[in-house]
């Protein structure tokens, strides 16, 4: 398997069949060398740690889109594992679900939810997905002008992780 994927949403994903109309999913796949690393700690060593250049355009898309209505974090968090329990809010998402083999975190406005998912396929290998619902034609308007940045955003932020668990 190449070192990142673009895949279809896994079926053991508790996120299968709630795509919508209206909607979006992705999903990339990739391996790490930690055989038992879970799906939390990998969320962690995602979200985490995003590169500058993202962390920079999720800032100037918090002052775009908060006035509109969208939900945005006013500020960067720490991030660790210790602090994902179900149920519980990280930032701007709730902790969904949190197993074993997955992790689901959801976020939610009156435009659209977003849920991100990290499944364990197996020992080392994992599946990083995006699906997000939208409620409003504004909130589709937004996706839709969106979907690009997202897909190099995701496929960047997993990248920079893989460099620092190879090393």
Known sequence: MKTLASIELPAQSALAGRLKKRGFCDALSFEIPDQQR????VYVDVFGHL??????L???????VAP????????????RVEDLRQGQGIGLHQVELLSD????CTSEDKHMQVSLSVVKLAPGR???STLVNTRTWIGY??????????????AA???AMLKRVNI
């Open 51 to 56: 590169p500058n250049i993202v962390e920079t």
């Open 126 to 128: 994992f599946t990083l």
């Open 141 to 154: 308007a937004y996706l839709l002008a969106i979907i690009p940045f997202h897909k190099l955003i995701a």
């Open 38 to 41: 879970s799906p939390s700690q």
């Open 68 to 79: 509109l209505g969208f939900a945005a974090s006013a500020e960067r968090m720490t991030l």
């Open 157 to 159: 932020s997993i990248r």
């Open 58 to 64: 999720l800032a100037l898309r918090n002052r775009l």
């Open 101 to 104: 083999t997955e992790i689901i």
